[in-house]
């Protein structure tokens, strides 16, 4: 795997991450959450994002997401994030049901509020809130990529966990 450095000489883990998204564990991932998403989602979502990442705003996420993985966790982290889904089915099920793309909760958010949630990415994005380290180096890649706040903050804040 190859270093990306910044124009200061900076590691840029994020735009190494998002060279990576499309192949691996990476694309492997990505499955499972789109799998995952459809069928959380489903009762009342009235679009989803399909065929792929490239495009949408797990375009914009995913690498964001993928950085916060260590690389020693990546060829496994499809079945990490497998069985975060299995452990916390109920609790997804509940959160979308709430934010979802067509849920009260969406329909009455700011516009925009609850977009996170229209793609298989906020599973992935989920899971790296549940741990205190990820969920730092989460916030900090977020904020550098200029990715909407109230996307992540309003994830923590239904997830009860902070940024």
């Given at each position: 795997?190859?270093?990306?450095?910044?124009?200061?000489g900076?590691?840029?883990?994020?735009?190494?991450?998002?060279l990576?998204?499309?192949t691996?564990?990476?694309?492997?991932?990505?499955?499972?959450?789109?799998?995952?998403?459809?069928?959380?989602?489903?009762?009342?979502?009235a679009?989803?994002?399909?065929?792929?990442?490239?495009?949408?705003?797990?375009?914009?996420?995913l690498p964001?997401?993928?950085?916060?993985v260590a690389?020693?966790?990546?060829?496994?982290?499809?079945?990490?994030?497998?069985?975060?889904l299995?452990?916390?089915?109920?609790?997804l099920?509940?959160?979308?049901?709430?934010?979802?793309?067509?849920?009260?909760?969406?329909?009455?958010?700011?516009?925009?509020r609850?977009?996170l949630?229209?793609?298989?990415?906020?599973?992935?994005?989920?899971?790296r809130?549940?741990g205190?380290?990820?969920?730092?180096?989460?916030?900090?890649?977020?904020?550098?990529?200029?990715?909407?706040?109230?996307?992540?903050?309003?994830?923590?804040t239904a997830?009860?966990?902070?940024?």
């Amino acid at each position: 795997m190859s270093i990306v450095v910044d124009q200061d000489g900076v590691e840029d883990v994020v735009t190494r991450a998002r060279l990576e998204v499309r192949t691996g564990a990476a694309w492997a991932a990505w499955e499972v959450a789109t799998a995952a998403h459809a069928d959380l989602a489903a009762p009342v979502a009235a679009r989803q994002e399909r065929g792929g990442v490239q495009g949408g705003l797990g375009e914009r996420v995913l690498p964001v997401v993928w950085a916060c993985v260590a690389p020693g966790e990546r060829p496994g982290y499809p079945a990490v994030l497998e069985t975060f889904l299995v452990r916390h089915e109920e609790r997804l099920k509940r959160l979308f049901s709430q934010y979802g793309t067509g849920s009260a909760g969406a329909v009455d958010a700011e516009p925009g509020r609850c977009e996170l949630y229209a793609s298989p990415v906020s599973l992935m994005v989920l899971e790296r809130l549940t741990g205190s380290g990820s969920r730092v180096r989460l916030a900090g890649h977020w904020k550098n990529e200029d990715l909407d706040q109230s996307w992540l903050k309003d994830a923590a804040t239904a997830w009860d966990v902070t940024p």
